[in-house]
């Protein structure tokens, strides 16, 4: 990448925006340190080729169809990019339906030099923060409740409403213990 805070654009849709296998494998070895660290909600790996057979395994389960970029910034000083974006996936155990993914991605960048002589910076380091646990946002019915915030909020006020019952309940009958 020659400008990151563009670039990763492109890369990461390489990634995840209906890609063959084929070309989420040129994508890794075009973009991607062949020492790479992967560090992921369930797996932390290093090395491009096992980031490749990560890549094409999660394309395989979770069928990717888009990115929606909600925020890019470039640390120059820092040689870092991180990205707040919605992937989205129809995965089969899904049965096909639509179900988004909102993560942070950082991604830490190495200065190379290419082939032609060009100055290129690569990835080096990958980092995913989930604003939700995957698993549960893609089992039928939970993966819904658990997506949304009214019911979120809801489920958390019962929860407050009926301890509160409860050792309200416990100060009537046992005064001295509470």
Known sequence: MEDPREDVKKVIGQLVCRPTLQQQAEALRTYFTPD???YH??????????????YQMAELLFNYQAVKFHDIVYDESANAVAVNMTVYILPWQA?????????????ELEDHIREDGKKAKLIKVQRDYFERSPTFTLLPFIGWAYNSVWLRVLLGHTIVIFVRSLRFVARVFYPNHM
């Open 95 to 107: 049965f096909y339906t639509e179900h988004k993914l909102v993560f942070f991605v950082l991604l």
């Open 36 to 38: 790479a660290h992967f």
């Open 41 to 54: 909600f369930y797996i932390n790996i290093a090395g491009r080729r096992d980031l490749t057979a990560i």
